[in-house]
T-cell receptor, first 117, second 110 residues
Framework: GAVVSQHPSRVICKSGTSVKIECRSLDFQATTMFWYRQFPKQSLMLMATSNEGSKATYEQGVEKDKFLINHASLTLSTLTVTSAHPEDSSFYIC?????????????FGQGTRLTVV | DAKTTQPPSMDCAEGRAANLPCNHSTISGNEYVYWYRQIHSQGPQYIIHGLKNNETNEMASLIITEDRKSSTLILPHATLRDTAVYYCIVRVGSTDKLIFGTGTRLQVFP
């Protein structure tokens, strides 16, 4: 089936720095990708919809200047956490809709664990 | 998207069937029922989906009531590796975003 790869899987950064997370669809093209955030023992929260060639659509309460999303090609979306603070520490997950087993379904990356110190 | 309600946790003995319920009483006629699961610290994994008919694949079976207000995911022979959080989601079409509820934490024990 389709594969979505995230990089890096883990990152530790200092407060005030920016961190970029990549999400790639390896064997299919994705005009739309989604970014989620998950805090410990909580469910996934949708942050934004990444649209190839246009601006991302952010969910209510998500700061677009804080979480920059770029979807420059049909196989790559990036999430940049700018001026990171300890409260941004979380598990970030991307997904893309691809063709699998005869139907379209959401394929998820393995996630990126961000720790801001 | 319609809201779903799931029990927060369930236990199941290894080798037995695990039946995970989901209520979606406000589901619309064009909304599908999807099930995903998330094993600790990994991305969610697709399990199965359906509209109104019961569905079965190599992983599980999905039973949807006739009024479509609830469904049950069945893992026929649970293994320890099935321990995960299971999410029931309803949405319109296959390209829409997924809105995750709180899910059911299934613990399979030996």
């Amino acid at each position: 089936g389709a594969v979505v790869s995230q990089h890096p899987s883990r990152v530790i950064c200092k407060s005030g720095t920016s961190v970029k997370i990549e999400c790639r669809s390896l064997d299919f093209q994705a005009t739309t990708m989604f970014w989620y955030r998950q805090f410990p023992k909580q469910s996934l929260m949708l942050m934004a919809t990444s649209n190839e060639g246009s601006k991302a659509t952010y969910e209510q309460g998500v700061e677009k200047d804080k979480f920059l999303i770029n979807h420059a090609s049909l196989t790559l979306s990036t999430l940049t956490v700018t001026s990171a603070h300890p409260e941004d520490s979380s598990f970030y997950i991307c997904s893309a809709n691809g063709r699998g087993r005869g139907h379209t379904e959401a394929f998820f990356g393995q996630g990126t664990r961000l720790t801001v110190v | 998207d319609a809201k779903t309600t799931q029990p927060p946790s369930m236990d199941c003995a290894e080798g037995r069937a695990a039946n995970l319920p989901c209520n979606h009483s406000t589901i619309s006629g064009n909304e599908y029922v999807y099930w995903y699961r998330q094993i600790h610290s990994q991305g969610p994994q697709y399990i199965i989906h359906g509209l109104k008919n019961n569905e079965t694949n190599e992983m599980a079976s999905l039973i949807i009531t006739e009024d479509r207000k609830s469904s049950t995911l069945i893992l026929p022979h649970a293994t320890l590796r099935d321990t995960a959080v299971y999410y029931c989601i309803v949405r319109v079409g296959s390209t829409d975003k997924l809105i995750f509820g709180t899910g059911t934490r299934l613990q399979v024990f030996p």
